[in-house]
């Protein structure tokens, strides 16, 4: 038996650009802002028996998140408690046939403590079970998987009956019965190709069933759908690639037809002078893929130059595109890998440029973006101290200053940029 217990404890102040205010290069939060404090405790069991073994993990949250506007009470305050656990089982191997079984679970709930209420009191159950197959042979690997999938989201009212923004209670279960088939196979001893076929499914979550107000984090008005019901999916995929000592590359598309899809679309209309942004769903399909270049040539181990490029297309049955979908991106990395020195050990450094092209596939009352290009450096390495191995990183990012906004940005409708020049460090102590 094997067993590990991790805990971990963070918190962040975050400023809420409610609106363009004073511009301060103080480090001083100005109100509104909000103060998360998040734990996170995680238990893992191996348990090794003679031809099988047992995993089992159980995690549990907790996440308190203030909003403060004035004063010294919170204006906003949720408790957020979420269980989880996860059981797997790898039964002994029958022939050419490597089998788990495993069931997972959650328990949730959201209370509210303060006058405002963003999504209401809530409690959330998810239960799976599922089993997974794999059948070996010489160089074609076969994969069979099936789960079954519940929900239940139980919530409370919350506001005046009587206003606009009230939250009536709902009481939802969701049920899914999902299967998925993939092949992988070694064509020759350079290259391998992928194959899968899924079906999958998504219920919708609090926030998509419940909202009705302004979300002051993003500047918007959200109305959610009560009556939403599961998102169901076909996936096919396919990849291709080829290795070898000195080069590899890398092909993979997929085309994903969906059934009932969930997604936050603008209007044309304002409250409380936000865009409304509804919760819809309707029959859409999501297409596109990735290729990738990387080249380190022998003698020269220590050069590395990787490449790759995304696209992403949603479309709704109609032929009208989804909204926000990411725009299409190229990055190129340059990485030097040094030889080892007497104090410093596995020295590198890099540079990246990401260049994200312009965004024109929009949704009726969605606005187009601009491309931009950032421009990425950094270096780092390892130190071994005795016992201990640290290992060390600097990175500086948006070289350039560029002023961009991502057409993902929230705070897109504000004109507000995303980061700018920023520096950031990591270090890392291994026993």
């Known amino acids: 038996l094997k067993s590990t217990i991790r805990y971990n404890y963070n918190r962040a102040n975050i400023g809420i650009p409610e609106e363009i205010g004073i511009q301060s290069t103080s480090d001083k939060l100005l109100v509104p802002f909000q103060e998360i404090d998040n734990h996170v405790l995680s238990w893992e069991n191996k348990l090794f028996l003679t031809n099988s073994s047992f995993n089992f993990k ?51 709930t959201n209370k509210n403590k303060a006058e405002e209420v963003l999504i209401p009191d809530a409690k959330v159950t998810d239960f799976g079970v599922m089993g997974t197959s794999h059948y070996h042979l010489e160089k074609v690997d076969l994969q069979i998987g099936l789960r079954f999938d519940y929900r239940s989201i139980i919530s409370d009212p919350a506001r005046d009956p009587s206003e606009t923004d009230y939250i009536r209670p709902i009481d939802r ?42 979300h002051e984090g993003t500047n918007r ?28 590359i890398s092909a993979n598309g997929f085309y994903n037809l969906v059934n009932d899809f969930i997604f936050i679309s603008p209007t044309d209309s304002m409250i409380d002078e936000n865009i ?32 790759s490029f995304e696209t992403v297309i949603g479309k709704l049955n109609n032929d009208n595109y989804l909204p926000l979908i990411p725009a299409n991106t190229l990055r190129n990395t340059f990485r030097i890998e040094f030889n080892d020195g007497k104090l410093i050990k596995e020295p590198f450094s890099f540079i990246s440029l990401a260049n994200t092209f312009n965004q024109k596939n929009v949704s009726g009352f969605e606005t187009s973006t601009p491309g931009y290009n950032i421009l990425s450096i950094g270096g780092g390495g390892s130190l071994d101290l005795d016992k201990f191995k640290l290992t060390f990183g600097l990175n500086l990012t948006n070289l350039t200053d560029e002023f961009y906004i991502s057409h993902l940005s929230r705070l897109k409708q504000n004109e507000i940029g995303n980061i700018g020049r920023n520096t950031y460090g990591t270090l890392s102590l291994q026993l």
């Open 173 to 214: 279960s969701f049920t899914s019965f999902n299967g998925a088939l993939g092949a992988k196979i070694n064509i020759s001893e350079n290259i391998i190709t992928r194959v899968n076929l899924a079906s999958g499914f998504r219920a919708p979550n609090l926030a998509e069933l419940t909202s009705n107000g302004v």
């Open 276 to 307: 409304v942004f509804n919760y819809l769903q309707a029959d859409a399909s999501l297409y596109g893929g990735e290729f990738g270049l990387h080249i380190h040539p022998h003698p020269l181990h220590w050069l590395h130059v990787e490449s």
């Open 221 to 248: 008005y959200e109305i959610g759908n009560p009556d939403l019901s599961n998102e169901t999916n076909f996936q096919a995929d396919v990849s291709v690639e080829f290795r070898n000592d000195h080069f590899e």
């Open 58 to 108: 159980a995690g549990y949250v907790f996440n308190d998140r203030r909003e403060f506007e004035e004063g010294t009470d919170p204006a906003l305050e949720m408790k957020l408690n979420t269980f989880s656990y996860d059981l797997t089982y790898n039964l002994p191997e029958l022939g050419r046939f490597e089998t788990i079984i495993g069931l997972q679970g959650m328990f949730q």
